[in-house]
């Protein structure tokens, strides 16, 4: 059964900080531990929490939380078609650093929703892409963009995401769950950023990350990664480049 946004309180973070809330325990499932260390998001984290407090949001539900949803105000001249291939880390940090600036944004840029394990299947989704179209409407932006990670890529690793999002089901939607999310309620694919998210760690990092031991270099498949990712034993690095597909929303309110 789908759930409507009265089912549960709604915060922005000026409104109530996630440290009134259980926040950690909420990441902890929310993805996986990887995609945390992310080095240009541990960068700009603590100042978009701050600066851009307005921009996320948690649905909660007795002050647990259930949904989070993050966006930032960008600017970007050079056409939709050509949204850079960094993607979301090229958002989060753009967005940061030309608030700093006292840059004038042009559009909206979605950068995470996430859904409690238990509370995923119920519409959550919707509901949190709706509450970004009323951020959007709210800060006058027409159009959210959003660097998107397919939710059942991570199950066909060896497949090129070019190949991935051009699947379709037999009554015609987009294959993957989340893009088909995003389809119904109006966007449009514009085209893969093929480095949207980059994470470097040393061997004994990822083993822990993981779960996975690394006896070898070479290209390994990790859980939930959409790709293989990269071991050097030599240079004690393991490297994961993370594509994402650019979709747009029109807003409308």
């Not at 509901?127 to 009323?134: G, I, S």
């Not at 006896?215 to 034993?233: E, F, K, W």
Request: charged fraction near 20%; include cysteine.
């Amino acid at each position: 059964m789908e759930q409507s946004i009265t089912s549960y309180q709604v915060y922005t973070q000026r409104e109530r900080r996630r440290s009134d809330l259980d926040w950690d325990a909420y990441m902890a499932q929310a993805w996986p531990e990887f995609i945390n260390h992310d080095q240009i998001a541990d960068k700009y984290w603590p100042a978009y929490y701050e600066d851009l407090a307005d921009f996320l949001f948690y649905l909660c539900e007795d002050d647990k939380v259930v949904a989070h949803g993050k966006t930032i105000p960008v600017r970007w001249e050079d056409g939709l078609s050509t949204l850079p291939d960094m993607g979301w880390d090229w958002a989060i940090q753009s967005g940061v650093t030309g608030y700093a600036e006292g840059f004038q944004p042009n559009m909206l840029s979605a950068l995470e929703i996430s859904i409690a394990p238990q509370f995923r299947g119920k519409g959550l989704s919707k509901v949190c892409l709706e509450l970004m179209y009323h951020i959007a409407d709210q800060q006058g932006f027409d159009k959210l963009v959003a660097p998107v990670r397919p939710s059942q890529k991570h199950l066909y690793p060896l497949i090129s995401i070019e190949d991935y999002i051009t699947w379709r089901r037999d009554d015609g939607l987009l294959f993957d769950g989340w893009l088909r999310t995003h389809e119904r309620m109006g966007a449009k694919i514009l085209h893969v950023a093929p480095q949207s998210m980059q994470v470097v760690g040393t061997v004994a990092e990822w083993e822990e990350w993981t779960g996975i031991a690394f006896p070898a270099s070479g290209q390994h498949i990790v859980p939930l990664a959409l790709n293989p990712m990269t071991i050097d034993r030599e240079a004690d690095q393991g490297i994961y480049i993370e594509p994402n597909v650019w979709l747009v929303h029109t807003v409308m309110v």
